[in-house]
């Protein structure tokens, strides 16, 4: 039986953590897989795990016209890969991103079994995004809920990033099972809890205001200028670089833009404490911040958002301080208080490592993605 999976992106980055660093390479282990991309980087094939990365090129023109060649061009691509199935094979196609969705449908009524991978509420995120404009964000979303459930309804099978996700796709597709973006331990396992300074902050990840960088920064003029900030990430808008470049605290900012694996690790192993602090939004009420989970690998300190869910987490581990994300005071007198008493800090910094070598483990993660995937090839062989 030829048994091959197909994960298809043009969104994401081809090395991107949660696609190709964890459940791409999970899937690896046991069968054959190709990731599908649109960079312009080029295709690679790895011989060590048999695995491919294929890239269909860079489509040119607007987002509309982008999507629309990436349809063909996907389409194209799974027609001569369908030409050569035989009989007795599986061709599974795992796709990532909201914009391809009724290419999903597409593979899925020419026989493909076909996986969706839900990484976020996506309808509720658009009510939140800024470039939509306010009287279309509605119907927008509204639209984009009945495409996903139409489409969900008809295909192989759901990935959810969270139990939220998870539970509203199970009452249109039962094959629906919560894969959460836990981290890989081995990447932070090594990181010193014993830090060079103890007055170094760090946030890493997309940088806007919704993800609380104003407050942030305010709360750096509060504290003085020997506290530091490593800020990693790409910057959502040129409104947002131009405001942080010209804030009084830019001069107590390490900025080091977009970084690598290697580039995360030292930033944290650079850092003291780990912020999460994003703004309320029912889009975040209910998510599974994967920075939250690396800072606590990393053993850092966190200071986090005081969302119900967020708050059982940081709670139960013991592990940093929550604070409303809109109080710049909140925010200053909790990095205080971690940055200055040494004895909490490092009491916060084990318990969040103990907690994620615990209970927020990829490898946990990835016992679920194969055993989801066991099934559509049970089902192959058992009609075979």
């Given at each position: 039986?030829y048994n091959?999976?197909f994960?298809?992106?043009t969104?994401h980055k ?6 190709y660093?964890?459940e791409?390479?999970?899937?690896s282990?046991?069968y ?6 649109s960079d ?7 011989a060590?795990?048999n695995s491919?990365?294929?890239?269909i090129g860079?489509?040119p023109?607007?987002?509309?016209v982008?999507v629309?060649q990436?349809y063909?061009s996907?389409l194209?691509f799974?027609n001569?890969h369908?030409?050569?199935q035989?009989?007795?094979?599986v ?6 991103d ?8 597409m593979?899925?009524?020419?026989g493909?079994v ?8 996506f309808?509720r ?17 509204f639209?984009?809920?009945?495409l996903?459930n ?5 295909i192989?099978g759901v990935?959810?990033?969270t139990p ?5 796709f199970?009452k249109?597709?039962?094959n629906?099972?919560c894969?959460?973006?836990y ?8 990181i ?5 300074s ?9 940088i ?13 003029v509060v504290?003085g ?6 800020l990693?990430?790409v910057f ?10 010209a804030?009084?605290?830019?001069a107590?900012?390490?900025?080091r833009?977009?970084v690598?694996?290697?580039g ?5 192993a ?8 994003l ?5 975040q009420f209910?998510?599974l ?8 690998a ?11 869910l ?9 592990c940093?301080?929550?604070v ?5 005071k909140?925010i200053a007198?909790a990095?205080?208080?971690i ?5 909490l800090s ?5 318990a ?10 990829w ?5 679920v ?10 089902d ?5």
């Amino acid at each position: 039986m030829y048994n091959n999976i197909f994960h298809i992106t043009t969104v994401h980055k081809r090395h991107d953590v949660r696609v190709y660093l964890k459940e791409f390479k999970s899937l690896s282990k046991q069968y054959e897989c190709s990731l599908v991309v649109s960079d312009g980087l080029g295709s690679v094939f790895n011989a060590d795990d048999n695995s491919r990365i294929v890239d269909i090129g860079v489509a040119p023109g607007n987002r509309l016209v982008r999507v629309v060649q990436n349809y063909r061009s996907i389409l194209d691509f799974a027609n001569k890969h369908s030409n050569v199935q035989s009989a007795n094979s599986v061709m599974v196609a795992h796709f990532h991103d909201p914009e391809n969705l009724f290419l999903a449908y597409m593979l899925s009524k020419r026989g493909w079994v076909v996986v969706w991978d839900s990484h976020e509420d996506f309808p509720r995120q658009l009510l939140f995004k800024t470039w939509i404009p306010l009287f279309i964000r509605k119907p927008f979303s509204f639209f984009t809920e009945m495409l996903e459930n139409f489409v969900v309804k008809r295909i192989s099978g759901v990935v959810a990033a969270t139990p939220l996700i998870e539970e509203r796709f199970k009452k249109l597709n039962p094959n629906t099972v919560c894969v959460k973006n836990y981290p890989i331990l081995d990447e932070f396992i090594g990181i010193p809890f014993e830090k060079k300074s103890s007055k170094v902050i760090c946030y890493i990840g997309s940088i806007n205001f919704e993800r609380g960088i104003k407050e942030l920064l305010d709360a750096l003029v509060v504290l003085g200028a020997d506290y530091k900030l490593i800020l990693c990430g790409v910057f959502d808008a040129q409104e947002t670089e131009n405001y942080v470049r010209a804030h009084a605290a830019w001069a107590q900012l390490d900025y080091r833009g977009m970084v690598d694996r290697e580039g995360v690790c030292q930033a944290l192993a650079d850092s003291n404490v780990g912020m999460v602090t994003l703004h309320p939004s029912p889009n975040q009420f209910e998510a599974l911040p994967i920075k939250l989970f690396e800072y606590m690998a990393a053993g850092l300190p966190v200071v986090a958002s005081n969302f119900p869910l967020w708050e059982s987490i940081v709670n139960e581990a013991g592990c940093g301080k929550l604070v409303d994300p809109l109080s710049v005071k909140e925010i200053a007198v909790a990095i205080r208080d971690i940055c200055e008493n040494v004895d909490l800090s490092s009491r916060y910094a084990r318990a969040g490592r103990e907690a994620a070598l615990a209970n927020y483990s990829w490898a946990s993660e990835e016992k679920v993605l194969l055993k989801f995937y066991e099934g559509f090839f049970a089902d192959a062989k058992s009609k075979s």
